[in-house]
T-cell receptor, first 113, second 109 residues
Framework: DAGVIQSPRHEVTEMGQEVTLRCKPI?????LFWYRQTMMRGLELLIY????????DSGMPEDRFSAKMPNASFSTLKIQPSEPRDSAVYFC???????????FGEGSRLTVL | AQRVTQPEKLLSVFKGAPVELKCNYS??????LFWYVQYSRQRLQLLLR??SRESIKGFTADLNKGETSFHLKKPFAQEEDSAMYYC???????????FGAGTRLFVKA
């Protein structure tokens, strides 16, 4: 298993543009998490899904952020419109039922100019 | 409210010295505590969890419910321990996992 796969690995865009980050969880895992990593705030939980259903999106910063999980093998995190303060590394992680352990992707480094 | 606090952003020690990375938490129920590590150019990965009560790469961590702490310790630091360390908390059997701000450990030769 290749583990959690995220794309793109790096994204540079201009303020106001739409950004879509993608994640493929480990097959068989039923929970998926999106985190944002910054120097100042560390790892912040944005949203998580269980069995493709969003359970808690209280960490989503504002309406510019949205996330979907149309099926068990794919999730997206969208930012529209993007702003320079959104620059960060975005991590996706998946978890098997009852496991507790998170398996992380390599992250998507977003730079908004 | 759930909260994980790692008071040190950066910790620098000499090789062979003891190291302790501090973690305090706030949680009203029965938490499960974890330490995750991110080595340079590698994925964030689980180092250890309190329920397993085992030593990984010489690291141990004891859950102190009275002090609401889960400090990570190693008696003799090695250069390869240099990494970013995150303390994390979830509810027992639950899904939501929150992380502290992280501590970067530098082990100097």
């Amino acid at each position: 298993d290749a583990g959690v796969i995220q794309s793109p690995r790096h994204e540079v865009t201009e303020m106001g543009q739409e950004v879509t980050l993608r994640c493929k969880p480990i097959s068989g895992h039923n929970s998926l998490f999106w985190y944002r990593q910054t120097m100042m705030r560390g790892l912040e939980l944005l949203i998580y899904f269980n069995n493709n259903v969003p359970i808690d999106d209280s960490g989503m910063p504002e309406d510019r952020f949205s996330a979907k999980m149309p099926n068990a093998s794919f999730s997206t995190l969208k930012i529209q419109p993007s702003e320079p303060r959104d620059s960060a590394v975005y991590f996706c992680a998946s978890q098997a039922a009852g496991s507790g352990e998170l398996f992380f992707g390599e992250g998507s480094r977003l730079t908004v100019l | 409210a759930q909260r994980v606090t790692q008071p040190e952003k950066l910790l620098s020690v000499f090789k062979g010295a003891p190291v302790e990375l501090k973690c305090n938490y706030s949680y009203s129920g029965s938490p499960e505590l974890f330490w995750y590590v991110q080595y340079s150019r590698q994925r964030l990965q689980l180092l250890l969890r309190h329920i397993s009560r085992e030593s990984i790469k010489g690291f141990t961590a004891d859950l102190n419910k009275g002090e609401t702490s889960f400090h990570l310790k190693k008696p003799f630091a090695q250069e390869e321990d240099s990494a970013m360390y995150y303390c994390a908390l979830s509810s027992t059997g639950g899904f939501k996992t929150i992380f502290g701000a992280g501590t970067r450990l530098f082990v100097k030769a």
